[in-house]
């Protein structure tokens, strides 16, 4: 099974990015994290993105807030598809991050999921993965189903305590 890569601008993305590490967990696709910065070290981004290929990697997870870069910095190397993750910031509460990730130039497409969406970042990386993979295809229907499951018993709480 191919790896994600789980890149943050700063350690400071860390407890929003562990949403995303724990959703491969839970779908038991093998990742790395590492902190990168678009604007700190341009050569290291360079370098991890046009190598993450023949590194055993299959998609990357790029989180990072304020201009937000990391996302069109990776992807502008590589040819493996990149998530971005907005990451909330105290100037917009995260609307520069989106803004900067969403509004990519034409030819260096960057999915986006929404501020501090690391979690659907990890799904969204496992249904990317599960196109070559079909135990992760299972995964995700099971996954669907436990969600709707809970719905239901949420739904059934909620009529017992209306009628």
């Given at each position: 099974?191919?790896?994600?890569?789980?890149?943050?601008?700063?350690?400071?993305d860390?407890?929003?990015?562990?949403?995303?590490?724990?959703?491969?967990?839970?779908?038991?696709?093998?990742?790395?994290?590492?902190v990168?910065?678009?604007?700190?070290?341009?050569?290291a981004?360079?370098?991890?993105?046009?190598?993450?290929?023949?590194?055993?990697?299959?998609?990357?997870?790029?989180?990072?807030g304020?201009?937000?870069?990391?996302?069109?910095?990776?992807?502008?190397?590589?040819?493996?598809?990149?998530?971005?993750?907005?990451?909330?910031?105290?100037?917009?509460?995260?609307?520069?991050?989106?803004?900067?990730?969403?509004?990519?130039?034409s030819?260096?497409p960057?999915?986006t999921?929404?501020?501090?969406?690391?979690?659907?970042?990890?799904?969204?990386?496992?249904?990317?993965?599960?196109?070559?993979?079909?135990?992760?295809?299972e995964?995700?229907?099971?996954?669907?189903?436990?969600?709707?499951?809970?719905?239901?018993?949420?739904?059934?709480?909620?009529?017992?305590?209306?009628?």
């Amino acid at each position: 099974m191919k790896k994600v890569a789980v890149i943050m601008g700063s350690d400071s993305d860390l407890s929003v990015m562990m949403d995303a590490v724990e959703k491969l967990k839970h779908f038991g696709i093998p990742y790395e994290v590492h902190v990168i910065s678009a604007h700190r070290t341009p050569a290291a981004a360079e370098q991890f993105a046009s190598s993450a290929a023949d590194n055993g990697f299959g998609v990357i997870i790029a989180g990072a807030g304020k201009a937000a870069h990391l996302g069109g910095v990776l992807a502008a190397y590589t040819t493996l598809p990149v998530i971005g993750v907005p990451i909330k910031t105290s100037m917009m509460g995260g609307l520069d991050s989106l803004l900067s990730i969403v509004q990519m130039p034409s030819g260096i497409p960057v999915a986006t999921v929404g501020v501090n969406g690391a979690a659907n970042a990890g799904i969204l990386a496992a249904q990317m993965l599960s196109l070559e993979d079909p135990s992760l295809v299972e995964k995700l229907s099971a996954f669907k189903e436990d969600m709707a499951q809970s719905v239901a018993k949420k739904d059934a709480k909620i009529q017992s305590k209306v009628y």
